[in-house]
């Protein structure tokens, strides 16, 4: 997993706390794990080790705590598991999706072998889609360039007006 932070500020020791439920809301597999993440970066890779899931439906949910215990992102991933391997399909985040995590789940699906079929809105920054762009195939239907984190900016990309 990597965190890709789009913010002008560097967070040390934050807590990623991640956790593995079946379709009936059972926990599967849960963990967390410490990490330090770069301002306008990437964070290091950092491993979330998934056990072997009984075959079905499930969903990945990730949360990043600062180091004081403020929630500063989640996200969360549907994905099936089947005898052969796990193939996670990306169900979106929050309006407000920073830090963006991509997932690098040790089951051995490597991000180009998401395929989401349906185009999608994607509202990132050029520094965050160059880093993961080419590893993650999508049709893009319409994509927004965040320049800062501002409810005016906010405002002026759901207005439409790009420039």
């Not at 597999?29 to 491993?47: E, K, N, Y």
């Not at 520094?127 to 984190?149: F, M, N």
Request: hydrophobic fraction near 40%; aromatic fraction near 8%.
């Amino acid at each position: 997993m990597n965190v890709v932070n789009d913010w002008q500020k560097s967070f040390a020791n934050t807590v990623c706390r991640w956790a593995v439920v079946d379709e009936k809301g059972r926990e599967a597999a849960s963990g967390d794990c410490a990490l330090d993440v770069p301002m306008d970066a990437i964070s290091d890779s950092v491993a979330i080790a998934i056990p072997p899931l009984e075959p079905g439906r499930y969903r990945l949910s990730l949360k990043l705590y600062s180091a004081a215990g403020d929630l500063l992102g989640e996200n969360r991933y549907e994905f099936h598991a089947t005898q052969e391997r796990v193939t996670p399909a990306i169900v979106g985040a929050g309006p407000y999706a920073h830090p963006l995590f991509v997932p690098q789940l040790n089951c051995g699906t490597p991000l180009g072998d998401i395929a989401e079929m349906r185009p999608v809105a994607l509202v990132t920054t050029n520094p965050a889609w160059e880093a993961v762009g080419t590893r993650l195939p999508v049709s893009i239907a319409w994509r927004a360039d965040v320049r800062e984190a501002t409810v005016s900016n906010w405002d002026t990309l759901l207005s439409g007006d790009l420039r």
